[in-house]
């Protein structure tokens, strides 16, 4: 096999291992304090695996084991550096950025979510982004007031 073939074949495999970047939000990175901490632990569990991907002598594997962390160092190097770190509200009496919120929906289901950064939200764990819809529906609300979605009433019971 010629020299060529092994050069043609060594880039057709680096931009087969090349991965787009993580879309970056263009909403603020606003975070809690524990927010930014999980970003900065992805960020040096990233970094682990750019190491542990460097010791691999096989430069294609190499490649293939250095896709992944290399764009997830990217990105979490990124929203790092923009985190505006939100501190935790000082008053129960509206719904804001980092409130714990519950809610009651007019077909009886209870609901209740933390209001957080977009990267730490999860709804099924209890939190949702500030720039989610319902977010954006109850922040500012008191409790006793009722937010109307998509022709259905959500009851704020609740804030915490």
Do not use: C, W
């Not at 050069?7 to 909403?27: G, N, V, W, Y």
């Not at 896709?67 to 509206?94: C, G, K, M, N, W």
């Not at 999860?122 to 977010?135: L, N, Q």
């Amino acid at each position: 096999m010629s020299v060529a073939f092994t050069k043609e074949d060594s880039a057709e495999t680096a931009s087969e291992t090349q991965l787009p970047d993580r879309p970056i939000s263009p909403h603020p990175n606003l975070v809690t304090a524990d927010g930014l901490q999980a970003l900065e632990r992805q960020l040096a569990e990233a970094h682990a695996a750019l190491e542990a991907a460097s010791a691999i002598d096989d430069v294609n594997e190499k490649r293939r084991q250095s896709a992944l962390p290399l764009r997830d160092a990217r990105y979490f190097s990124e929203r790092v550096r923009t985190a505006q770190v939100i501190d935790p509200p000082t008053s129960h009496d509206v719904v804001a950025f980092g409130s714990t919120v519950t809610f009651t929906r007019d077909d009886g289901r209870v609901q209740t979510y933390r209001i957080v950064g977009e990267d730490e939200a999860d709804p099924k764990a209890g939190s949702i982004s500030f720039v989610s819809p319902v977010a954006q529906l109850l922040m500012g609300k008191s409790v006793g007031d009722v937010a109307v979605m998509s022709g259905h009433e959500l009851e704020i019971t609740e804030i915490l």
